[in-house]
């Protein structure tokens, strides 16, 4: 079973050029900049910005090859939907642009995930809700790169043991059973597993003692 760390502490903080509460702000607004976007003008503006918002926060190699693999496997998808719909002259170019509104509305969300640490997170959530409330959507928030490793992780190791769960074997209907029983079940039970690693280290912490022991103080 794999071992997982518990994501309270947090060894490695480096400070953010921003405060938390602005960069979700600008976050935000650039994500929503991007859905409002309907020229390919407007795309490429936002695409500058994020891209300035990026080189402040330098997220790193692996998050920017990320990206680059989600747009490339979503581009493909919704422009072959738009040329089978609408054909190619009409439908690529409306395609690829909301491929890239798709991107450029998740980045700078992703960005200000992998960027402000934890505590800092809940202290600026809590301002605009309850400190539990927030202690649990920042939480759920931090562990969603975790989950896709797990999910990756059961992934390989079922179709080491014969898992008939592979894109090519799930386009006959018969192996969905494998798929449900080997990836999807196994996938619940380890969800269950962490969230029940995080309840406890939070009860150890005292995160219940007081209404408000949900993070640290401030510096």
Not at 22 to 31: A, E, F, H, N, R
Not at 65 to 82: K, P, T
Not at 131 to 147: E, G, N, Q
């Amino acid at each position: 079973m794999t071992n997982h760390t518990i994501p309270f502490s947090e060894p490695r903080i480096r400070r953010i050029p921003l405060p938390p509460g602005l960069l979700l702000l600008l976050c935000l607004g650039l994500s929503i900049s991007a859905f409002a976007a309907r020229t390919f003008l407007l795309v490429a503006c936002v695409a500058g910005a994020e891209l300035l918002l990026a080189l402040v926060l330098r997220p790193g190699i692996r998050f920017s090859l990320r990206l680059l693999r989600f747009f490339a496997v979503q581009s493909l998808i919704i422009a072959s939907l738009y040329v089978l719909r609408f054909g190619l002259e009409q439908g690529l170019l409306p395609g690829l642009r909301i491929s890239c509104q798709i991107v450029l509305a998740f980045a700078p969300g992703m960005m200000a995930l992998t960027s402000i640490p934890h505590s800092q997170l809940t202290r600026t959530l809590h301002r605009i809700m309850p400190a539990k409330a927030a202690f649990v959507l920042a939480t759920s928030l931090r562990f969603i790169p975790l989950l896709q490793k797990e999910l990756r992780s059961i992934y390989e190791a079922q179709l080491l043991r014969g898992a008939r769960i592979s894109p090519k074997d799930l386009r006959h209907l018969g192996n969905w059973k494998d798929f449900v029983h080997c990836l999807l079940v196994p996938f619940i039970v380890q969800i269950f597993k962490m969230t029940g690693e995080i309840a406890l280290a939070a009860h150890i912490r005292n995160f219940d003692a007081s209404s408000k022991r949900t993070f640290w103080p401030g510096d």
